[in-house]
T-cell receptor
Framework: DTGVSQDPRHKITKRGQNVTFRCDPI?????LYWYRQTLGQGPEFLTY????????KSRLLSDRFSAERPKGSFSTLEIQRTEQGDSAMYLC????????????FGQGTRLTVV | AQSVTQLDSHVSVSEGTPVLLRCNYS??????LFWYVQHPNKGLQLLLK??????LVKGINGFEAEFKKSETSFHLTKRSAHMSDAAEYFC?????????????FGTGTRLLVSP
């Protein structure tokens, strides 16, 4: 499968625990994005990488959230001290460095904080 | 800032009848507009995109959309609905000529198709 891959697909955690999600983009894509989708809403932009550089972060990304893309390939999104409000689908997407090119989305990681 | 408004949260049609999903956008700059579809347990899939070329855009699976600047609309249509079209549809805007593809999604329209 050469699409965007996310792991795990589902995560249930207790409030206050830390969680980490992984995204493997399409191999030749140098742009990588994280979005969050809550129930009944459309996805909201969280952050964007071009290669290993994190170039923009949304105000939605509180201090408890951190994202990395150390070698410009896969990316991780960590949430520290999870809260119930963090329960959502976390989506990763990747694209080429071409204006208005399509962003390809993974199937997402569904996080449930209990 | 750019935004999109999807006018219907749910649309119900019968198989074989036309589909119309409505979207209005707001953008300070020349926008790029997209429609994405989300099937249960599947990733978001691009249906079509408008990037300042032809105003009538044809996409996959028989879907098309027309960019109307005067009405700030980008409605999605299909001549004949199929059962497999049942899904969540998102209208999306991105500012043209930005350095990257920051997408702003609408709240979605759930399309229900009955036999």
């Amino acid at each position: 499968d050469t699409g965007v891959s996310q792991d795990p697909r589902h995560k249930i955690t207790k409030r206050g625990q830390n969680v980490t999600f992984r995204c493997d983009p399409i191999s030749e894509h140098n742009r990588l994005y994280w979005y969050r989708q809550t129930l009944g809403q459309g996805p909201e932009f969280l952050t964007y990488f071009q290669n290993e550089a994190q170039l923009e972060k949304s105000r939605l990304l509180s201090d408890r959230f951190s994202a990395e893309r150390p070698k410009g390939s896969f990316s991780t999104l960590e949430i520290q001290r999870t809260e119930q409000g963090d329960s959502a689908m976390y989506l990763c997407a990747s694209s080429l460095e071409v204006l208005n090119t399509e962003a390809f989305f993974g199937q997402g990681t569904r996080l449930t904080v209990v | 800032a750019q935004s999109v408004t999807q006018l219907d949260s749910h649309v119900s049609v019968s198989e074989g009848t036309p589909v119309l999903l409505r979207c209005n956008y707001s953008s300070s700059y020349s926008p790029s507009l997209f429609w994405y579809v989300q099937h249960p347990n599947k990733g978001l899939q691009l249906l079509l995109k408008y990037t300042s070329a032809a105003t009538l855009v044809k996409g996959i699976n028989g879907f098309e959309a027309e960019f109307k600047k005067s009405e700030t609309s980008f409605h999605l249509t299909k001549r004949s609905a199929h059962m497999s079209d049942a899904a969540e549809y998102f209208c999306v805007v991105s500012e043209a000529n930005t350095g990257f593809q920051k997408l702003v999604f609408g709240t979605g329209t759930r399309l229900l198709v009955s036999p």
